[in-house]
């Protein structure tokens, strides 16, 4: 069988090295449409199973309570469940930070569109943090010089969208104006390099966030954002995130 094998292949072989270089070949193509007719494999369902319980089981397990129900469209420029994802990223990260690099986290910067469920009133599990994060992004910081911090204050001025933001405050007078910002409290110091924690798809300039290309440095935490949420989820019994005065407008 072996050597019957081998001469089929080299009869294809030296009948395509006999072909002249006029010869045409046509190839044709068609679509073969997967649908949820296709039974499933019964070996491969039966090899799979075991391997899906325990994963759904990991994901499912309770690691707290929400005590309401939380979307990223409860808000103008500031929601409850923006706040608290970066309030997470700073608490969980700024610890890695300081042990890596012997400084803190001056504030964090994420995107709106990052947020891609809603957290439910009832149980919180490994999977809530899945569904809020789905994607692989991770925890990057961004040495931003002033100027570029100005920028960015000026982007979120522009963009008036909740991207959610921790020890960080804006308030913007009734045209979009910024009109007071501080970091820590303290008013921003222009003059000064700041620690930005955001994620490295906006540290590549995602959402148009182009100031980040200007920082001087960039430490990668090796981090992933789905990771802190986890984290976090793992020793707070209870979440009641709030919506606050970190980024507000004037409306007179």
């Known amino acids: 069988m072996k050597f019957r094998n081998l001469f089929f292949v080299l009869g294809l072989l030296l009948s395509f090295s006999c072909k002249t270089p006029t010869d045409v070949y046509k190839i044709e193509g068609r679509n073969v449409n997967i649908t949820d007719s296709l039974q499933a494999d019964a070996a491969i369902e039966r090899f799979v199973k075991p391997y899906r319980e325990r994963i759904n089981k990991d994901l499912d397990s309770v690691l707290g309570y929400a005590v309401d129900t939380y979307s990223k469209s409860d808000g103008h420029l500031n929601t409850a469940i923006g706040n608290l994802m970066a309030d997470i990223v700073y608490e969980e990260s700024d610890p890695v930070f300081f042990k890596r690099i012997g400084e803190h986290i001056d504030f964090v910067l994420l995107n709106h569109g990052g947020i891609r469920s809603i957290i439910s009133k009832g149980p919180i599990s490994k999977r809530t943090a899945y569904e809020i994060m789905p994607f692989e992004n991770s925890i990057v910081v961004a040495k931003l010089p002033g100027a570029q911090v100005q920028e960015l204050l000026e982007y ?78 793992m020793k707070t019994d209870t979440i009641n995130p709030v919506a606050d005065d970190r980024f507000l407008q004037l409306q007179d």
């Open 156 to 233: 979120l001025s522009r963009a008036k969208r909740a991207h959610p933001i921790s020890k960080l405050k804006i308030l913007l007078d009734k045209d979009g104006k910024v009109i007071e910002s501080a970091i820590n409290d303290q008013p921003i110091d222009f003059t000064k390099t700041y620690n930005i924690a955001t994620n490295d798809y906006l540290i590549n300039g995602g959402d148009g966030m182009d100031f980040f290309k200007g920082s001087e440095a960039v430490i990668i935490l090796d981090y992933k954002i789905r990771n802190a949420l986890t984290d976090y989820f």
